[in-house]
Each structure stands twice: as structure tokens, then as C-alpha cells.
């Protein structure tokens, strides 16, 4: 068997015949869950101290123009979804987020894609920064309000953590039409 692996140019017994990547692959797909895990921190860190600031400096005072009325910075408590759809439904988008992470802890393990590395440490951050808030913010654990601030005109009120899922989902989308799959592959459908 190990002949015939040998000479088709699949790897050999070399940690390959127990389910192990090769050696030469291990540093790789390392690499690859690194980045996804330093994209994800960096995006949950940025969202949690905007958070901060903004629960510090803007709530219950008048929003900040940035862009007359095309951009401003509101502050404002979300129970529920985009829009503020599903308000009722807060222990359900908890669940949802919690979900994501498990998902993407357990993607990681066959991550070989550096573009899918990013594309999932942004949906990591981002569900890390509304997870915290619906855990540990008022009214109470799993029903609380994510912070949102920024408010382009006419549309809704997000936050960081939602750019850096709105961005991660956009990425698959993108890599998944252009048929790159997580471990690296590339199929033509």
C-alpha cells in the first residue's frame, strides 16, 4: 500500500497513515488557524473597546455627526437582529452565535486556506463581540442588548462585530463561488 501511495504522489506513512498531515503541511495549516485566531481577536477587541467607549462617552447624549446627516454615531441597545427585527427572539440569537464559534473551532482543525483563515476569523470576532453583549449586558445573561452606534442615514444601526460578520459572510461567498474550499482545495463546478 505504501508502494502504490508512493508512486501516485499521495503522502506516505510519514503521519499520513494515522489521519495526520504530512510534516511538511502541519506548519501550514498552524499558520493558517493562527490567523484565523489573530483576525478573530483583533475584530472581538476592537469591537469590545468601541463598545466601552461608546457605552462611556455617547450613551444618553445627543448622536455625533461624522458625515452631516449621512453618518452618525448613535448610541442605541439591540435585543434583537438587523433593524431590530426578532427582539423576542434574544436567547435564540445567543444560541445562533454560540453555534458559529463551535462551528468554526471545529472548521479550523482542517483550515488550509489562508483567504478562508481571514474570511472566518472576521465571523469568529464578530460573533465573539454580540456574544458577550447578549451574555453579559442589562437586562440580563443571554437576553442582553447589543451595543450598536453607527448610523448611516436610512439604513440600520450596527456595530463593529456586525461590519466584521457582514464582511467574513461576504468573503465565503466570494471564495466559495471562486470554488476554494477551507482545506485549501479548488474545485470547478
Known amino acids: 500500500m505504501a508502494e502504490a501511495e508512493r508512486i501516485i504522489g499521495t503522502p506516505d506513512a510519514e503521519g499520513a ?24 481577536a483583533f475584530a472581538y477587541l476592537l469591537d469590545l473597546g468601541s463598545k466601552m467607549l461608546v ?22 441597545r439591540n435585543a434583537g437582529a438587523a433593524f431590530g427585527i426578532g427582539e423576542a427572539f434574544t436567547v435564540i440569537f445567543t444560541i445562533i452565535a454560540a453555534t458559529v464559534i463551535v462551528v468554526i473551532a471545529r472548521l479550523a482543525r482542517k483550515l488550509r486556506s489562508m483567504p478562508w483563515a481571514i474570511a472566518l476569523g472576521l465571523l469568529l ?39 466584521a460578520i457582514v464582511c467574513g459572510g461576504i468573503l465565503i461567498v466570494i471564495l466559495s463561488f471562486r470554488g476554494l474550499d477551507p482545506d485549501g482545495t479548488v474545485h470547478k463546478d
Do not use: W, Y
Open 125 to 163: 470576532g464578530g460573533a465573539l463581540g454580540n456574544l458577550t453583549d447578549r451574555i453579559f449586558r442589562s437586562p440580563g445573561i443571554f437576553k442582553g442588548e447589543v451595543v450598536d452606534f453607527i448610523a448611516p442615514q436610512g439604513f440600520a444601526v450596527f456595530n463593529l462585530a456586525d461590519s
Open 55 to 76: 457605552v462611556a462617552r455617547l450613551e444618553h447624549h445627543e448622536p455625533i455627526k461624522v458625515m452631516g446627516d449621512l453618518l452618525q454615531l448613535n448610541a442605541i
Open 17 to 40: 497513515a494515522d489521519g495526520q498531515a504530512a510534516p511538511s503541511e502541519q506548519p501550514k495549516g498552524k499558520r493558517k488557524i493562527a490567523v484565523l485566531f489573530a483576525v478573530a
